[in-house]
């Protein structure tokens, strides 16, 4: 079958898994860790293209996750594929961090035209967003010699034991490995609907001020003197935290702060950029604030293993040997990102814009029916609906969330849930508004059928 985002619908034959699925999470359940977080529903993909997942017994969902935020260009492009395929008939791999080819130079010269950051920038290639933070981290350190991070609750900066003490989304994520590595201190995210006070909604503003009143009147003066901050880690859109995005007047004091203190803004966008937010980056929707440091990876390569770490020029100011990595940054992987970038400019970001206006209006409509949609929330194809016991006390209802995903995959709908109790939308930017709607018309029922 070809890529297609037609408006056909998922087809559903077998009953879930179905017999070839089972043997395989089976076979997954022998050989493979059991420390991945899966949900509640077991997902085998055969294959897949457009915003189409095929399974091993011939059902067809449509996907509106897409792996996690990553095949930003849908499931095999024909066009990614195509470069992928060039590139290994030419060259797979030779090391970067030892010898030249001209992707690198490529990747890193289009970054700095893109990110927002002040003037020229370069670019520290890896394999995985978690690599990425691991880069921006040691170069905040190296560059500042100072050793405090801050970071903020129900931030997802990845896994490793660097990256680690800054995620703090969820306590399984730290349960077991007892000390936290570097020295983190976090603060509460400015969610207007959980005021960190009494985890109701508020303003944005209000919100806004008091996060800072903590960092500059409570941190700065006791624990955490400025002058020893390396960095101020920031997703602009929380991401595992509950697609949480940070009012404008909250990115700019941050980036206040960070000037009159010599901080390092290091702004990780590995689930929210990429054109997922209707603009390149989430850091575009703020009024022009700049990162000193930007972290790429999920979405940059359309499914391909690749992390970036993109600094201003003169922060990127190490030493030889300082920081590499063999496979960062491998030749196929940047064919594919090249190709993924010049389909976001020619089209795929604006259409993140408006098919997510439009799936975010469709979801709104269903949250003044319903009950138990607290809020929806979140920009272009990066949407979040919470879910509640009821309007009134705004309770967190972890456990609908979680009958509402496996309800949705049952009727051939893959969503991810986040946060305490929410499910994000970050289907592939090339979702159409035809798409859109079988979505929503499943999500629908599937909360008549969970509450
Ligand atoms: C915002 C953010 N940062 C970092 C990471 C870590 O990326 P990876 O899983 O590629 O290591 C993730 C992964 O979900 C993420 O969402």
């Not at 050989?31 to 997902?43: A, G, H, I």
């Not at 060259?91 to 080819?101: A, E, K, P, S």
């Not at 919470?386 to 995903?405: G, H």
């Amino acid at each position: 079958m070809t890529p297609t985002t037609d408006n056909q619908k998922p087809v559903i034959k077998t009953e879930l898994p179905g017999p070839n699925a089972r043997a395989i999470v089976e076979a997954d359940a022998k050989w493979v860790t059991p420390s991945y977080p899966r949900p509640d529903y077991k997902l085998v993909a055969e294959r897949a293209y457009g915003v189409w997942i095929e399974d091993p017994d011939g059902n067809v969902f449509l996907d509106c996750n897409a792996g996690v935020a990553v095949c930003s260009t849908g499931h095999c492009h024909p066009e990614i594929v195509k470069a992928i395929t060039d590139q290994t008939q030419r060259l797979i791999h030779l090391c970067g961090t030892d010898f030249y080819y001209r992707h690198m130079p490529e990747l890193g010269k289009k970054l700095s035209e893109i990110c927002p950051i002040e003037g020229p920038a370069k670019t520290h290639f890896a394999n995985s967003g978690a690599e990425a933070i691991e880069t921006a981290l040691k170069l905040a350190m190296y560059h500042t010699r100072r050793q405090k991070f801050i970071s903020f609750f129900g931030s997802f900066h990845g896994r490793t034991l660097g990256a680690l003490s800054l995620t703090s989304s969820k306590k399984a994520q730290r349960l077991g490995f007892m000390r936290q590595a570097l020295d983190v201190v976090h603060v509460p995210y400015p969610n207007k609907f959980r005021h960190f006070a009494d985890d109701m909604p508020c303003d944005g503003e209000k919100v806004s001020r008091d996060v800072i009143n903590w960092i500059e009147n409570r941190l700065f003066k006791t624990t955490t003197p400025p002058e020893e901050v390396a960095g101020i880690i920031l997703e602009v859109v929380q991401g595992e935290g509950g697609y949480v995005p940070a009012p404008t007047s909250f990115v700019k004091e941050l980036r206040r702060i960070c000037d009159e203190n010599g901080i390092m803004l290091i702004v990780d966008e590995v689930q929210s950029g990429m054109g997922r937010t209707g603009k390149m980056f989430a850091l575009d929707h703020h009024d022009g604030v700049k990162a000193d440091i930007m972290c790429l990876a999920k979405g940059i390569a359309s499914g391909l293993p690749i992390g970036a770490c993109v600094a201003r020029a003169e922060i990127m100011d190490w030493h030889k040997g300082a920081h590499a990595s063999t496979f960062g940054g491998n030749p196929v992987c940047i064919a594919s990102a090249l190709k993924t970038i010049e389909l976001l400019e020619g089209g795929l970001v604006e259409n993140a814009a408006n098919v997510g206006a439009y799936l975010k209006s469709g979801l709104e409509t269903l949250k003044d029916r319903y009950d138990c949609i607290g809020d929806v929330r979140g920009m272009g194809l990066m949407l979040g609906v919470e879910f509640v016991t009821d309007k009134t006390s705004l309770k967190p209802d972890a456990a609908l969330r979680d009958r509402i995903e496996v309800a949705c995959f049952e009727r051939g709908l893959i969503i991810l849930g986040c946060g305490t109790s929410t499910i994000r939308w970050s289907p592939p930017l090339i979702l159409t508004k035809e798409n859109a709607d079988v979505a929503l018309e499943i999500f629908e029922e599937a909360i008549k059928a969970s509450v």
